[in-house]
């Protein structure tokens, strides 16, 4: 069952790139991700209001919302800064750069969980997990090596750093989920994280974007934005509640998700026509043999 939720939460998860795309062109970061959180908030919501008004059948579901003591607080706090980091970095690159570039680097971030894992949590890697981690890192190496000709170095191009940085603030994330899966409910940290996000984002959005707004690329609202928070908030509902089920793993349900890759790569190709398709499909490809060798160690 697990297995299909990972399945389920790519399907949105790569969609969601999509609306991500769409609402970043020629507009403002900040308020889009601060409206999108907003928007996430406002889907969450009534699931807190319910949980709290004490209906015996809704307290027995999958989406009731528990009451936290401080000491968790703290923790889902936390998780909140770690994802909007990751956030704000993958926004401004997604924004600056091809979706058929910036989403299969995105795409490596399992690769980087497991590697973080290694460290942090002393696991070892099999002969699979390691050629896994091996092609993805080729295939990496690679996509850094062909943006030298369109611009897109370390050197020349701050977006190309910025989408490495949400990468592997990203994969830290990951690492964080797998450790507050064990320890909180999940309805609770995705609830309470996103409300604190949208605190932090409000926050964000009145000291720095908005005095200075009339420098910087204008704001225009687009339904699309309402549709990152419907697709986020059901990929990551989906994900979370596949963690707490027996027998999951982080390793996989994160390489599963990372495979919705493909959807905004296709939409690169057939809609928005982005250029040098075949260095950038074979490395694609690459990174998704590394998860499916990632996947099959995992097993």
Known sequence: MWLILGFVSAIFLGTYDIFKKTSLQNNAVIPVLFLSVVAS????????????????????????????????????????????????????GVKHLPITIASPIKATQPIWTVVGAMFFFGERL?????????????????????????????????????????????????????????????????????????????????????????????????????????FLVTAD?????????????????????RAGVVIPFIYGVIVLKDGNLKNRGLYLLEVLAGMFFLYLGSK
């Open 237 to 257: 509902f989906v994900y979370f509640y596949g963690l707490t089920l027996p027998g999951s793993m982080i390793s996989i349900m994160s390489t599963i998700r």
């Open 41 to 92: 908030s406002i889907l969450l919501l009534p699931f807190l209001i319910v949980s709290h008004l004490g209906i015996k059948p809704f307290e027995d579901s999958i989406f009731y919302v528990p009451v936290v003591d401080f000491h968790t607080h703290i923790f889902i706090f936390t998780k909140a800064i770690i994802v909007l980091s990751s956030w704000l970095f993958a926004y401004f």
């Open 126 to 230: 099999n002969l699979y997990q390691s050629i896994g981690v091996g092609i993805t890192l080729i295939s990496f190496f690679l996509f850094s090596f062909n943006g030298k000709k369109e611009n897109l170095s370390f050197r020349t191009n701050k977006w190309f750093v910025f989408i490495v940085l949400a990468t592997l603030t990203g994969a830290i994330s990951g690492l964080y989920d797998k450790y507050l899966m064990k320890q909180f409910d999940h309805m609770a940290v995705q609830v309470y994280y996103t409300f604190y996000q949208c605190l932090i984002m409000a926050i964000i959005t009145l000291t720095l974007w908005y005095p200075t707004r009339k420098k910087s690329t204008p704001f225009q609202f687009r339904w699309s934005i309402v549709l990152i928070s419907v």
